[in-house]
């Protein structure tokens, strides 16, 4: 049987920096900071929404565990859910997304972008139909590297074999942490060198993980 397929969204499926370089500078810039390059928001982005506060509290020299921190929050995930014009699909997404529908592998997103701005970003790429679920990072009380997420979305998608494919630091720790075999894709937004994160596969071209998932052998 085609295993379940659990799936990171930012930096795996989308490329969602510009977005939220966007809202993070309005957030800023609206309250008198200064705006942060690209770059710097891109580093900030794979712990979720309250990690990403905490950074733009850091830098624009403010306590990030202070009393501003539930306004800015609140702020963020506003514009977040609406502001959703700078996500796109990385190159390939849909052919092999077709392929492994068709093939019948089930598939969820599990993301720690807050649910309802994933949920945006997603139905604005037109990856909707393709997800039996998501689970985003303020659904249950963990976020990823917990495992918990990871868990669920296998319990519900009821494959007795399931890959974690990500992009990040956080997903290689999140598939060893749910004992998933973990699909790394490299053109996101990792930090540390490919080969030393644990992967059982990498690949930098969606139109290559059709074949990885069909040619897979369970022992
Ligand atoms: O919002 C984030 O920090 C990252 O989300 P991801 O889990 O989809 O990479
Ligand atoms: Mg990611």
Redesign the pocket.
């Known amino acids: 049987m085609t295993p379940a397929l659990i799936f990171?969204?930012?930096?795996?499926l989308i490329d969602s920096a510009p977005a939220i370089h966007k809202v993070s500078n309005d957030v800023l810039t609206g309250r008198g900071y200064a705006p942060l390059s690209l770059e710097q928001i891109r580093s900030f982005?794979?712990?979720?929404?309250p990690?990403?506060v905490r950074c733009l509290l850091t830098t624009a020299g403010e306590d990030p565990e202070g009393p501003l921190f539930e306004a800015i929050y609140a702020d963020l995930v506003t514009r977040y859910e609406t502001d959703v014009e700078g996500n796109t699909l990385y190159p390939g997404v849909i052919t092999a997304l077709d392929r492994l529908r068709a093939i019948g592998c089930p598939m969820a997103i599990t993301?720690?972008?807050p649910y309802k701005p994933a949920l945006a970003a997603i139905a604005h790429v037109g990856l909707t139909d393709y997800f039996e679920l998501v689970i985003g990072?303020d659904s249950l009380p963990t976020r990823?590297p917990n495992p918990e997420m990871v868990h669920e979305a296998q319990r519900i998608l009821g494959r007795d074999h399931a890959l974690y494919i990500?992009?990040?630091e956080?997903d290689a720790q999140t598939a060893e942490n749910a004992g998933l075999p973990f699909v790394i894709y490299t053109e996101g937004y990792r930090k540390t060198p490919v080969d030393a994160l644990p992967h059982a596969v990498k690949f930098s071209d969606f139109k290559d993980l059709p074949s990885i998932i069909e040619g897979w052998t369970w022992s």
């Not at 990171?8 to 795996?12: E, M, Q, V």
């Open positions: 990171d969204l930012d930096g795996t982005v794979g712990q979720g929404a990690h990403l993301t720690n972008k990072g990823k990500g992009d990040s956080i």
